[in-house]
């Protein structure tokens, strides 16, 4: 499967963004898919994850209860909806696939099997 992330660009302190993931290859149901991200001189670090109906999801501490994952398998995406966004969520996004069988979500790097390019969010303050 290939992966293209857009969506990001410079916003305020307290703004919204919505970042996309289009998928194309092979059935984009059959992968479970995370939202990893990393700002400058940091490791990359997982944010959001869903399953493949997209009847799960996970987040991380920094992240929940501001930013929420979905998907649209109909349409080969997946999207995450940031919202009240901080200098500190300044990264480059990157959305990943999981192909591995199994139930809930992933959250380490390593269990992702295909990765986006990115998409660069400034947050300034």
């Known amino acids: 499967v290939q992966l293209q992330a857009s969506g990001g660009g410079l916003v305020q302190t307290g703004a919204s963004l919505r970042l996309s993931c289009a998928a194309s290859g092979r059935a984009f149901s059959a992968y479970r898919i995370g939202w990893f991200r990393q700002a400058p001189a940091k490791e990359r670090e997982f944010v959001a994850g869903?399953?493949?109906?997209?009847?799960?999801?996970i987040y991380s501490d920094s992240v929940k209860g501001r930013f929420t994952i979905s998907r649209d398998n109909a349409k080969n995406t997946a999207s995450l909806q940031m919202n009240s966004l901080e200098p500190e969520d300044t990264a480059v996004y990157y959305c990943?696939?999981?192909?591995?069988?199994?139930?809930?979500?992933?959250?380490?790097?390593?269990?992702?099997?295909?990765w986006g390019q990115g998409t660069l969010v400034t947050v300034s303050s």
């Open positions: 869903i399953n493949r109906s997209g009847s799960t999801t």
């Open positions: 990943a696939a999981d192909q591995t069988y199994g139930i809930g979500v992933q959250r380490r790097r390593d269990d992702y099997d295909y």
